[in-house]
């Protein structure tokens, strides 16, 4: 079986994620993450050559959205881009790490307040509802 290299990994994940967003299949999706914001800036000229086949966009995301839909050492820490064909969707996943820190300030970031933006989140990521409640499941268990 050969080896597939790490950047070879990462650049067809994101090729696929393009596709589906550009097919509609997505409404946003997320690269998968780097340790490092060099490591995922390494990617920045294949991501916009992808980008420009499907005709989607992609945002730079330095700050993760950690919620209760992945358990948070996935992605604390990392680096990644958010790909979308709408610049709706991505306002919509701007707002809500937006009303997650208002609530984490107004002391209101509670369980309920938790699965409601993870619940969104999935919606956003377009996931089906039972696959939010499975993910938010196993990174309870996992957490």
Known sequence: ??????YSYHLGAADCFCEMVAAGVKKIALSHPCNSKE???????DFDKLCAKYGVSYYVED????????????????YNVIFYCYKEY????LELKETKKKL?????????????I?????????Y????????????????
């Open 128 to 143: 089906s509802d039972a696959g939010i409640e499975r993910l938010l499941q196993k990174a309870e268990k996992e957490s």
């Open 39 to 45: 490591e995922r800036d390494s990617f920045l000229y």
């Open 104 to 116: 984490i300030a107004s002391d209101e970031y509670d369980d309920a307040s938790r699965t409601f």
């Open 63 to 78: 700050e993760p959205f950690l919620t209760a839909l992945f358990p948070e050492e996935m992605n604390k820490g990392k």
């Open 90 to 93: 991505l306002n919509r996943y």
């Open 1 to 6: 079986m050969k080896t597939i290299d790490n």
């Open 118 to 126: 993870a619940r969104e989140y999935g919606k956003l990521l377009s």
